[in-house]
């Protein structure tokens, strides 16, 4: 479990910028300038996650060799709005690795694969409840329908009035998880920065609190479901 851990900080780390914003940004930009560029991120990130936009764009660049180079590649990401090339500083070997027929071109299906790859902000906010926290917000509207028994029916007829008030729950309930997390960061970044000025020798082991065997069952469980009864029947096939 330690291990596990120490291997998440490590992927964390780059770029290391959690837990802590950019003072100079914080005090040269108001709140709707925040506001505004937040909004633009969020726009762009349901058009990286829009196969038919990621099509277009593709086409675009290709026009009719219908291949990409990779020395196009970098600027295709870019102009997809994915930033994973960017933040982990992507070598040569990265981006040919994304070459899965070996042909030396990128085509369209290799394409949309590279562009579905996580970074690391999303692997990591992937581990925060997000889905649980709009569940929730959404379970009080649909437990006052009496005699429902399947909530996505009532989910589909929910007035519009109802659906802005989840949000705004959701919202709140998405800033207390963020600040939390957040706070955890900063305080294990603090950690390994005092380790780091107090080690000695050539490597550093960092330790920190993981909780216990049923979090990390409980963590399991959250990122890849529960497990399938039939696992050790369907080794034996």
């Not at 290799?110 to 929730?136: K, M, N, V, Y």
């Not at 989840?166 to 380790?195: D, F, T």
Request: net charge negative.
């Amino acid at each position: 479990c330690k291990a596990l851990l120490q291997s998440q900080l490590y992927w964390l780390q780059s770029p290391a910028r959690f837990g802590r914003l950019s003072d100079a940004r914080a005090c040269t930009t108001t709140f709707a300038e925040d506001l505004e560029m937040a909004v633009s991120h969020v726009k762009a990130g349901f058009d990286r996650r829009n196969e038919h936009h990621l099509r277009q764009v593709f086409a675009r660049l290709t026009g009719d060799s219908e291949h990409l180079t990779f020395e196009e590649l970098r600027d295709a990401l870019t102009e997809a709005g994915v930033r994973w090339h960017l933040h982990e500083q992507a070598s040569d070997e990265d981006l040919h690795a994304l070459d899965i027929n070996g042909d030396g071109l990128i085509d369209e299906p290799e394409f949309l694969h590279a562009c579905a790859r996580p970074e690391t902000l999303q692997r990591w906010a992937q581990a925060l409840p997000l889905s649980g926290i709009l569940a929730d917000a959404l379970a009080g509207f649909l437990a006052l329908e009496e005699g429902r028994v399947d909530p996505l029916a009532g989910l589909g007829r929910l007035e519009e009035g109802k659906v802005d008030a989840a949000v705004e729950a959701v919202a709140r309930g998405v800033k207390r998880a963020v600040v939390e997390a957040q706070k955890s960061l900063s305080a294990a970044y603090a950690m390994m920065a005092r380790q780091t000025e107090a080690a000695n020798g050539k490597f550093t082991l960092y330790s920190m609190n993981g909780g216990t065997i049923e979090d990390f069952h409980r963590g399991l469980e959250h990122r890849i479901g529960s497990p399938n009864l039939d696992f050790e029947k369907t080794l034996m096939l």
